[in-house]
């Protein structure tokens, strides 16, 4: 299976923004449905950020997102993005990719997964 490429991790205040990148493969971006994930600790539950559906757009957001993510999708590079806004420090995650599977709210399904990228949001 051809991985999923994260970009974009990396360090930012309290109340900041960052945007994360994924780039599929055609075959894997084509009518699916991909979305973000983050694990706060090694080995921990691994939660759904955003999902979005790569065809018609449709998304879904984890509670605690709360509007201050989006998740979008950019049909002609194979790639989401997942843009975060009022960062706080407990977003401290390793934020991973991921494609298959639902719009729920669960892992269930997702059968190909990018390398992760760590954000780090500082008090």
């Known amino acids: 299976q051809v991985p999923l490429v994260e970009s974009g991790g990396g360090s930012v205040q309290s109340g900041g923004s960052h945007r994360l990148t994924c780039t599929a493969s055609i075959y894997t971006f084509r009518d699916n449905f991909m979305g973000w994930f983050r694990q706060v600790r090694p080995g921990g539950e691994r939660e759904v950020v955003a999902r979005i559906h790569t065809e018609d757009g449709r998304t879904r957001y984890g509670d605690f997102v709360k509007g201050r993510f989006i998740i979008s999708r950019d049909s002609a590079k194979n790639t989401i993005y997942l843009q975060m806004n009022d960062l706080k420090p407990e977003d401290t995650a390793t934020y991973y990719c991921?494609?298959?599977?639902?719009?729920?709210?669960?892992?269930?399904?997702?059968?190909?997964w990018g390398r992760g990228t760590q954000v780090t949001v500082a008090s």
């Open positions: 991921g494609a298959g599977g639902t719009l729920h709210l669960d892992t269930v399904g997702v059968n190909i």
